[in-house]
């Protein structure tokens, strides 16, 4: 898929990646000699397909249907008893079916079209690496910068747009999180040994849930290599520390961990990968998850096929498990976009583990996972004018909030760099930009942090609430003509208070802790 049709990058273009620990006499960083933890479980048969079996969570039911499961020769590789989802290997091509009819199921199907081993075909564009030119430039200017935790900026902060639309330097100047609150990155996986997330990294809340199962050996949550950058981005937007290294986060003074979801094949986000995440996260007293992709191998899935139908199962109740236990869910809206309370959508990157086809879907019954769920809360993305980047996706009462993603095309910033992307933390001491919703929710996690250290007692459902009631709506935009070809690239519905584009508004660091 191109970079408008996903939240996340593969490893796919691997760009080289600067180290700027020399440049500006950062601290030195061991990612290099990090070992690169490989998944828990991997099917030895290649025509195997993995299946998320879905059934009432009475012990003596589940004990029933694992015996089922077994006399359809599958085998059991993690089982989430508390919420019935059992995650399952199989080559027998009448699994699913059999086992649907099994009494106690209530939804069973195959996670992928394509066999355990298959590679993906997808990427969202390449990172754009920080040169030693732009880097030197940026740092040139700092002192001209009045923010920091102390009023001193970060080195590169002078080019962190974001920030400032947001008032997130001020804020910090006010609060800058607690240690208490801990924001889970479910994704690429993230390099701990940065020097910006280092100090603010919690291993043991971090595991590597590929295969449906956690690991949470000694760096297991690390990105298996360079080219898996995303989640290290999006750690720090999040929480880079205020140490006089290189960036800052929105909330640089929580905690941040990494639970690894992508597939090391295919750089997929497989839906029993992201149950164990959820389930994970919740259990070892995460606040909030940061969520910057879609589940495959579907954009949207349809309930009306029983496969999609048992993936969205499966993951609602991960998901309503960790919001019950009081962690708030923060998703990315997606880069196509499409608008998610129209009556059809057109969806042509479905399948993307096998040769996808276009179809036509209504996104209220064929629901974007895990971002249109319930309870979790849906971002928009937008650039520096604050207006909606031209690749969100959106949709009136179904976006929650925005905050800014970045918009290199059309929304250029007065920054050394000029770059309307994203600036943030790479792996292996790097730093770069990137754009897309994946970059809008991490500031909304950043900013649902900063509420919930200065609320800790609030519930997800409150903090929800809080994140709308703190932020600043534009309004609808009089034209949203951002090529100048007199045709609208999207229609914004909704008043001031609450629409389609920015949902109740932009969100508002400063608002959150003043």
């Known amino acids: 898929m191109t970079h408008l049709r996903s939240r996340r990058r593969l490893g796919l273009a691997v760009p080289l990646v600067l180290s700027l620990t020399a440049t500006l006499g950062f601290l030195p960083t061991a990612s290099s000699a990090a070992p690169q933890a490989e998944p828990t479980a991997q099917a030895a048969d290649a025509s195997s397909l993995a299946y998320v079996v879905n059934t009432r969570t009475d012990h003596r039911t589940i004990e029933s249907v694992k015996k089922a499961i077994r006399a359809a020769d599958g085998t059991v590789v993690a089982a989430y008893d508390r919420i019935g989802v059992i995650v399952v290997h199989s080559a027998n091509p009448e699994f699913a079916r059999t086992i649907r009819a099994v009494r106690g199921v209530q939804s069973a199907g195959a996670t992928r079209t394509a066999p355990l081993t298959a590679a993906g075909t997808t990427d969202e564009g390449p ?30 902060e002078a080019d962190q747009w974001d920030l400032r639309a947001i008032g997130a330097d001020k804020a910090a100047l006010i609060n800058p999180g607690s240690r208490k609150v801990t924001v889970a990155v479910i994704d690429t996986g993230v390099d701990d040994t940065h020097p910006d997330l280092a100090p603010n990294f919690s291993a043991s809340q971090s595991a590597n849930c590929v295969g449906g199962k956690a690991d949470t ?8 290599t360079s080219g898996d950058y995303h989640g290290t981005h999006v750690a720090g937007e999040i929480a880079a520390a205020r140490n006089g290294v290189g ?13 690894k979801v992508s597939d090391p094949a295919s750089g997929l986000f497989y839906p029993e990968n992201v149950v164990c995440a959820f389930v994970f996260a919740a259990d070892h007293g995460v606040e909030i998850t940061n969520n910057s992709y879609y589940v495959d191998p579907w954009m949207y899935n349809c309930k009306a096929d029983p496969d999609q139908r048992a993936i969205v199962d499966a993951v609602n109740r991960a998901q309503l498990y960790a919001q019950h236990k009081g962690t708030l869910h923060v998703a990315s809206a997606g ?27 209504d996104p209220s019954v064929c629901l974007d ?11 928009s993305a937008t650039g520096v004018q604050n207006l909606k980047s031209y690749y969100s996706s959106y949709g009136h009462r179904v976006v929650d909030v925005a905050a800014p993603g970045g918009d290199g095309r059309y929304q250029v910033p007065d920054t050394p760099s000029k770059n309307g992307r994203i600036l943030s933390t790479l792996p292996e001491g790097g730093y770069g930009y990137l754009q897309g919703t994946s970059m809008a929710s991490p500031h909304t996690a950043g ?17 929800r609430a809080l994140l709308k009631a703190q ?44």
């Open 127 to 156: 990172v754009e690496p920080l040169t030693k030119q732009q880097a030197a430039k940026i740092a040139g200017t700092a002192k001209t910068t009045t923010s920091g935790a102390e009023g001193t900026p970060e080195p590169l």
């Open 471 to 514: 932020a600043d709506n534009p309004g609808c935009p009089a034209s949203y003509d951002q090529d100048g070809n007199g045709t609208q690239d999207a229609l914004c519905e909704g008043g001031k208070r609450l629409n389609g584009f920015y949902g109740a508004g932009i969100v508002d660091a400063l608002d959150a802790v003043d």
């Open 369 to 379: 996972i895990p971002t249109q769920l319930p309870g979790v809360v849906t971002v």
């Open 217 to 224: 050996s000694e760096g297991a949550w690390r990105p298996y």
């Open 447 to 463: 900013v649902a942090a900063l509420l919930k250290s200065r609320y800790p007692k609030a519930t997800p459902a409150q903090l």
């Open 335 to 361: 880069n196509s976009n499409h608008d998610l309370a129209s009556d059809a959508i057109e969806d042509t990157s479905s399948p993307n583990d096998t040769t996808p086809g276009p179809r036509t879907v």
């Open 247 to 259: 960036v800052a986060g929105v909330a640089p003074g929580v905690k941040v961990a990494g639970i």
